[in-house]
């Protein structure tokens, strides 16, 4: 026996609204749901986003007394996604590899903190980090940070790397992922003009632009990062500028980067 009885036989009201509510919403636009960058931008992190729990902790090697080698975490854990967690512990322990001649030896961090008990000198020093640079509701983007000293150094090698995470694919997106097909190179022109404006503001930069500019020549990179108010670039020490220049981070503006990132990744018109 059917207890609901149709809307068009009793309840011609009910029918009319519903056809008023489905109208309403053609009206007001599918398309402001596609975007995975809210339209209200903010200076800070959104915190809607993935719940994340810190994983934080320093040790020395076990056993040892006086100067001792040192291994520091500050990362992040997702619970509920373990892939994003593994991914970040991955990266984090690959990151600290510095010997290109052959495959690192371990590929989780606790496998590099056994490999670095058994091989560190007195002094060698390990740090590793991991923040949420932006989150939202569709979108998580991990920072990863390490450094590695090593006894006699003159100072230590540090490395940044960024993890764009679609929260719905329940994967990591790269550069080649958010760029309209064949918009590559538009992509490279707009980084180039980024360079142009941080050379503007870079005091190496400004002390001798044209020894500068040949010393340290514009470079591509897809080390990128989705962000409240444009896409980042963010450059390892020496790649672009001195070490004394630390790592230049590049900022593209969304206002920019139309027909060039897809739709989806660019905050609703």
């Not at 512990?89 to 990151?95: C, E, G, K, S, Y």
């Not at 940044?160 to 997106?173: M, P, S, Y």
Request: proline content about 8%.
């Amino acid at each position: 026996m059917n207890l609901v009885a149709p809307l068009s036989s009793t309840r011609p009201w009910l029918s009319a609204l519903a056809v008023s509510l489905v109208l309403a919403a053609c009206a007001s636009g599918p398309q402001d749901n596609l975007s995975l960058v809210p339209a209200q931008l903010n200076a800070q992190t959104q915190k809607n986003g993935l719940f994340s729990q810190p994983d934080q902790w320093r040790k020395k090697r076990p056993g040892c007394q006086g100067e001792c080698p040192t291994m520091t975490v500050d990362s992040l854990v997702f619970p509920g996604h373990s892939r994003l967690t593994a991914q970040i512990d991955h990266a984090l322990a690959l990151m600290t590899w510095i010997d290109n001649t052959r495959s690192a030896p371990y590929d989780t961090v606790l496998g590099l903190r056994d490999y670095f008990w058994k091989t560190a000198g007195p002094r060698d020093q390990v740090q590793l980090n991991a923040k949420a640079r932006y989150r939202n509701a569709h979108l998580t983007v991990v920072e990863l940070q390490t450094g590695v000293y090593r006894t006699g150094m003159a100072h230590g090698i540090t490395g940044t790397q960024f993890i764009i995470w679609r929260n719905d694919l329940r994967k990591a997106v790269t550069l080649d992922d958010l760029l309209v097909p064949g918009a590559r190179p538009a992509f490279d022109s707009a980084l180039e003009k980024a360079h142009a404006q941080w050379l503007k503001t870079s005091p190496d930069a400004r002390e001798d632009p044209e020894n500068f500019s040949r010393m340290w020549p514009f470079s591509v990179s897809d080390n990128v990062a989705l962000t409240d108010t444009g896409l980042v670039v963010k450059y390892q020490p020496y790649e672009i500028a001195p070490y004394s220049s630390g790592e230049p981070e590049l900022r593209i503006p969304y206002s920019q980067l139309k027909g060039i990132l897809l739709p989806e990744y660019l905050p609703p018109a």
